[in-house]
C-alpha cells in the first residue's frame, strides 16, 4: 500500500470532506466507506461520523470526513465546517445557501445534478466562489446501472478528489459491499466506474453568482441578535416550506385529460397537494381536480398507485423542468410571495414506488 500525499491541509493538518445529503441516498454509509477508504488504502490516518434525525427517507444527512498523514493523530471530531471537498448528493439542496457555508476558493464542489450550471439563470447563482465546480448525473447513473445514488458519487468525489485512486474506490467496495451484496457488485462497481468518467468540471463565471460573505454568515439569531421578549419573527409554518428536497429524483406528472375526478389522490396524498375546487365535470356541478402544489410534495408517488385511470404516472423529475398544473395550496389565508427553502422532510412508505426489486446494497 503507497501512502497517498494530501493536495491541501487546513491549519491543524486535516485535510476535511462534507456530504450534503437527504435520507435514503446513501451519504451515510458513503462517508464510512470513504473513511476506510484512507485507512485501509491510502495509508492516512482518517476519521467519519454523520449527523441526522429520524431515519427516515428524505430527512436531512451529513456525513463528514478527515484524512491527515500517518504521522498525525486526529483529535478534532466536531463537525466539518471549512470542507476541502464538499459533495452534494441531491440537486435541489442547492437551492439553500447553507449547503455551501463555510466553501472558500480551496474548496472542490461535486454536485449531483442534470442541470447546465453554466447557465447563468440555472441553480449556479447560488453557488459561492469556489475554487471548482464538478457535476454528475448521479440519479440518471444509478437507474440506468441498477446501483445507488453513493457509489455514483464515490467514483465522482474520487476523480474530482485529484488524489484517490479509482482502484482503492473499487477495493472498499468489494469490502464493504461484495462480500454483503455479493448479487449487485457488478452493479455498484460499474456505478463507480461511471461516475469516475462522467463527472465534468463546470467553469462558471462570477456574474450572476452569489457571494457567500463571513458577514452574511454573523446574521444568525444568537442572544445579542434575538428580538427582545424572545418573539419569533419567522410568520407561518411548514406550509409555506418548499418540500421538494425530500423527491429523489421522480415525481407525479398529471394528465387532466384523464381526470375522473375522483379524490382518491386527495385521499392517499399525505401533504394535501391536489387542489380540488367547485367546478363542472361533464355537465355536473362538483369539486374537481385544478393542480398540484409541488411545493408540497415529497416524491413518494402514493398518488400514482392509486389512481384508477392513470390519470397521474411517474415521471422523472429532470425531463420535466416546467411542470404542468403547478397550483400553490389555496387554501392558504394568504399566498406567499417567496417559499422558504425549508430542505427536506420525511416520508413512510409501506412499499417501495420503484420497479426495481430494492435491496439495501443496490437494485437487482
Not at 441498477?146 to 472498499?172: D, Q, T
Request: glycine letters at 10%.
Amino acid at each position: 500500500m503507497e501512502s497517498v500525499r494530501l493536495p491541501v491541509v487546513n491549519q491543524s493538518g486535516y485535510y476535511e470532506i462534507r456530504l450534503e445529503s437527504i435520507g435514503g441516498l446513501g451519504a451515510n454509509l458513503c462517508g464510512k466507506m470513504m473513511g476506510e477508504l484512507g485507512t485501509k488504502y491510502m495509508g492516512l490516518n482518517s476519521a467519519s461520523f454523520s449527523s441526522y434525525g429520524s431515519e427516515k427517507t428524505g430527512t436531512p444527512v451529513k456525513a463528514f470526513i478527515r484524512y491527515c498523514e500517518v504521522s498525525k493523530d486526529i483529535r478534532v471530531h466536531s463537525p466539518v465546517t471549512t470542507p476541502h471537498l464538499l459533495g452534494i448528493f441531491h440537486d435541489a439542496l442547492i437551492q439553500d445557501h447553507g449547503i455551501f457555508a463555510g466553501c472558500n476558493s480551496d474548496s472542490i464542489v461535486v454536485m449531483n445534478t442534470e442541470n447546465n450550471l453554466e447557465d447563468p439563470c440555472a441553480a449556479a447563482n447560488n453557488i459561492p466562489s469556489v475554487k471548482c465546480v464538478f457535476t454528475v448525473p448521479a440519479q440518471k447513473i444509478a437507474i440506468e446501472t441498477h446501483s445507488r445514488i453513493n457509489v455514483v458519487m464515490l467514483g465522482a468525489m474520487a476523480k474530482a478528489s485529484g488524489f484517490i485512486p479509482i482502484e482503492s474506490v473499487n477495493k472498499i467496495c468489494e469490502e464493504t459491499l461484495g462480500r454483503k451484496y455479493p448479487q449487485t457488485l457488478s452493479n455498484n462497481l460499474e456505478g463507480i466506474r461511471r461516475g469516475y468518467n462522467e463527472v465534468k468540471r463546470v467553469e462558471l463565471t462570477l456574474t450572476g453568482r452569489t457571494e457567500i460573505s463571513s458577514e452574511k454568515e454573523t446574521e444568525a439569531w444568537g442572544y445579542q441578535t434575538a428580538p427582545i421578549g424572545g418573539v419569533n419573527p419567522r410568520f407561518g409554518s411548514s406550509v409555506i416550506s418548499d418540500l421538494s428536497a425530500s423527491r429523489q429524483g421522480y415525481f407525479p406528472v398529471f394528465l387532466k385529460e384523464r381526470c375522473i375526478n375522483c379524490g382518491l389522490c386527495d385521499s392517499a396524498c399525505p401533504d394535501m397537494v391536489f387542489q380540488f375546487q367547485k367546478g363542472e365535470y361533464r355537465g355536473k356541478e362538483m369539486m374537481v381536480n385544478t393542480g398540484l402544489d409541488y411545493y408540497h410534495c415529497k416524491g413518494c408517488l402514493r398518488c400514482v398507485s392509486v389512481c384508477p385511470v392513470q390519470a397521474l404516472v411517474k415521471g422523472v423529475e429532470s425531463e420535466h423542468p416546467d411542470k404542468q398544473w403547478f397550483l400553490p395550496n389555496q387554501d392558504l389565508i394568504r399566498v406567499p410571495d417567496y417559499y422558504e427553502a425549508a430542505g427536506p422532510d420525511g416520508y413512510v412508505t409501506s412499499e417501495s414506488y420503484l420497479t426495481e426489486k430494492r435491496i439495501e446494497g443496490g437494485e437487482i
